[in-house]
């Protein structure tokens, strides 16, 4: 025979405790395991002979009908039918025959493996017979719920109505929050016991096997922190599974938590929520107290109605909020539907962006451009925090209410972002949006110091709890207000319009490409005929222009000789038009060839030159590293001739011109500048900067045709690039080319 005892189990830390195989019940009732296979006595506590008057091991093995028969037939129903595992199934009150007397016994029944498990709880003197007597307070209870006008009222009202059922010193609701930590929301008690309202206790007061417990087996009691446990008796080696239960003995470390506290008695009742352990109902007297089966039930009962109705106010809250973001979030897709690009219907709306997701600060980054907008973390701090966001978290939407946790740097910004809530928009060209919440510092009042849950003794391999419950304050820094349910499926749902509205116009910009791609062909082929065409005739004129200067000047008169170098001015500029336009038709007609080009090589060359059509100029050089680049090399040297000797052009008002070149790699690309302290331009045009035949300086100030910059960006476009440029009226101007490191993108 083997017989399991509490004390044989190593207690060497609280969350490895097998809590769900005590190997003892609780003295105040008897257990019985039943095979279910052959309908014999598999278990059984040794406080069976005290009732009974039967040897503990005479009735192992042995038929459950012959040694019990009135038992046998009380509960033949029942095994027939036994309760699925997870579940605990009250059967009746039932009469017995004892070996002193007729004896009364609350009886429920369990499942464990191939076992039954039936249980027996004689009442307590004075407890309540039926249901009937508890039928008041529940209906009270019930009509009640229904008038609460918050959770805080319902929760009050749930702690009221079981301390007035069970006549406990002290019932507390306890809710648990994302860490498991609990905080005591409601309380109803009398002068025996102290208030511990508002006060949070610590994850490892209640491990997680025994939060699991909870969540499987509702309500548990134990009448008496000072009992001695009932060993259970079986000549099966394998410990009998309790989880299930009522009578489960509990932890040596639990009990001694319960004496530190002053209760000798508890009885905790879990609440649910969709399957999962929102909180529990804690009852505490400071004497042994136990109460009946019946009114447990009815306080089981009375807590499942009070869940629903929580689970119902909470609903209710939600969906209140989710049609409050919707009509926010309706108002952002008509922002963004009547903007030419949907981030400007974000950024021009920052009010509407912010509220819905109830924050104080957003941003939102783009491959070239971030925005920050309300109390947010600058530019370059948005930027870092993007990219440890897409290096660490694949999902989404992304959310933390302490984000200095998981991201110290950060800290340095905990008054503007310490929580933050961020959707991705697209992981290739790392576009986000981004929430911020500011830093909320919280005073927390903890049951006792949660830095030391459990302090061990010298010598003892059993760990204890610790011994003090009073008030202990911490301040809490680097956190933010909680991020609500309604607020996260809101930017999630945003996110999804976004991506919709993204792949809708790509779609669209797809079909258009097709036909522009023919229109392209046909324009192309037309603007080279007429550039050929045209070319002859303004030769002719041009000859013979000159023709007639040289051999009929003596005849000309000074106007007419100023005619003559008019016509063949004229003529000469719309031969050079004629002669880029036929270049630029040329490009998209040409093949690209790429190979590795020295960028830096074919700058100094390209200087060089300048150099000498320029040699009384002052010009300043600044020539950083130039990486080198896998393109076409006669198209990519046209255009650094383009951006140098736009350069050298419009510093010509400058008595010293400076010129910077450099180049930097970034996310696999290569970005080449070109920096002059020149005239210049207005931003406000600079969507027909690199247009054909677009000028925006006068042809008296600075020569040209007006199509070098168009041939720049057609190039690094077909080389799978961008091209790019910013300036101000009198102080310069930047133009910027990416190519991509590889020649993927060549077409």
């Not at 209140?320 to 539907?337: I, K, P």
């Not at 050298?648 to 290569?670: H, P």
Request: with cysteine; aromatic share 6%; glycine share 6%.
């Amino acid at each position: 025979m083997t017989l399991q005892s509490p004390q044989d189990i190593d207690l060497t830390a609280c969350d490895r405790e097998p809590i769900h195989i005590p190997g003892s019940v609780q003295p105040h009732g008897i257990l019985v395991a039943i095979r279910l296979s052959d309908r014999t006595i598999a278990y059984a506590s040794a406080n069976i002979a005290e009732v009974f008057g039967l040897d503990p091991e005479d009735v192992l093995g042995r038929p459950f009908e012959e040694v019990l028969p009135a038992l046998s037939a009380a509960f033949a129903a029942q095994l027939d039918d036994p309760p699925s595992a997870g579940s605990t199934r009250f059967v009746r009150t039932i009469q017995v025959r004892t070996a002193q007397e007729e004896r009364f016994f609350e009886t429920a029944i369990s499942r464990s493996g191939d076992c039954a498990i039936l249980e027996l709880e004689e009442p307590p003197q004075g407890a309540v017979s039926s249901i009937d007597s508890l039928y008041p307070t529940l209906r009270r209870f019930v009509g009640q719920l229904q008038g609460a006008p918050t959770v805080e009222v319902l929760c009050h009202l749930a702690a009221q109505d079981i301390r007035r059922m069970t006549g406990f010193d002290r019932v507390l609701i306890y809710r648990f929050d994302d860490a498991w930590n609990g905080t005591v929301i409601a309380e109803d008690r009398n002068e025996v016991l102290p208030s511990y309202l508002d006060l949070r206790f610590p994850a490892s007061d209640i491990p997680a096997q025994a939060r699991e417990l909870y969540r499987r087996n509702r309500l548990r009691i134990i009448p008496d922190a000072n009992y001695t446990p009932v060993p259970i008796q079986s000549r099966d080696p394998a410990p009998l599974d309790l989880s299930d239960s009522v009578l489960r003995s509990v932890s040596p470390v639990h009990l001694e938590y319960m004496r530190n506290m002053g209760t000798l008695a508890s009885m905790s009742i879990s609440i649910l929520r969709d399957g999962s352990l929102w909180g529990l109902i804690s009852c505490h007297n400071k004497e042994p107290k136990r109460v009946s089966l019946q009114v447990r039930n009815a306080c089981d009962f009375l807590t499942q109605i009070f869940a629903l109705q929580l689970e119902a106010r909470e609903n209710t809250t939600l969906a209140e909020n989710r049609v409050r973001l919707g009509a926010v979030q309706t108002r952002l897709l008509a922002h963004m539907a009547a903007e030419e690009h949907f981030i400007a219907g974000l950024v021009n709306h920052a009010d509407d962006l912010m509220m819905l997701a109830g924050a104080q600060g957003a941003a939102v980054l783009t491959q070239d451009h971030c925005w920050c907008m309300g109390q947010a973390p600058n530019k370059d701090q948005v930027r870092a925090l993007v990219d440890w966001i897409s290096q660490s978290h694949q999902e989404d939407v992304f959310a933390t209410d302490n984000l200095a946790d998981v991201y110290p740097a950060a800290r340095a910004y905990a008054d503007r972002a310490s929580g933050l809530l961020s959707i991705s928009v697209s992981k290739v060209h790392a576009s986000y949006v981004l929430w911020f919440r500011p830093e909320v510092v919280q005073t927390v009042k903890w049951g006792g110091n949660p830095q030391k849950p459990v302090q061990e003794e010298a010598g003892s391999l059993r760990l204890h709890p610790r011994r003090s419950f009073e008030t202990w304050k911490e301040t809490v820094r680097n956190r933010s207000l909680s991020w609500d349910r309604s607020e996260v499926e809101a930017v999630k749902e945003l996110r999804n319009a976004i991506v919709g509205i993204v792949l809708r116009r790509a779609e669209e910009l797809a079909s258009l490409s097709e036909e522009l791609r023919r229109s392209n062909k046909e324009l192309e082929a037309f603007s080279y005929s007429v550039s050929h065409d045209l070319r002859a005739p303004f030769r002719h004129i041009v000859g013979y222009s000159e023709l007639l200067k040289k051999q009929e000047s003596s005849e000309l008169s000074e106007k007419g000789k100023r005619y003559v170098d008019t016509i063949i001015e004229a003529a000469y500029t719309a031969g050079t038009l004629v002669d880029n336009l036929l270049r630029f038709s040329h490009m998209g007609r040409t093949a690209l060839k790429p190979r590795p080009v020295d960028v830096a090589a074919l700058v100094n060359e390209i200087r060089q030159k300048l150099a000498v059509e320029h040699g009384g100029r002052r010009i300043q050089w600044i020539v950083g590293d130039l990486a080198p680049v896998n393109a076409d090399p006669v198209l990519i040297r046209l255009v650094f001739e383009n951006l140098l000797d736009n350069a050298v052009k419009y510093t010509r008002t400058r008595e010293k011109a400076r010129i910077e070149i450099g180049s930097t790699r970034k996310d696999g690309e290569t970005i080449y500048s070109v920096r002059d302290n020149g005239v210049g331009f207005d931003m406000r045009y600079i969507d027909k900067l690199f247009g054909v035949f677009q000028r925006l300086h006068r042809m008296e100030e600075f020569e040209g045709t007006g199509i070098g910059l168009a041939n720049v960006r057609r190039i690094v476009e077909r080389h799978g690039g961008r091209a790019w440029a910013e300036g101000e009226l009198d102080k310069g101007a930047t133009f910027s080319i990416a190519l991509p490191d590889h020649d993927e993108g060549a077409a």
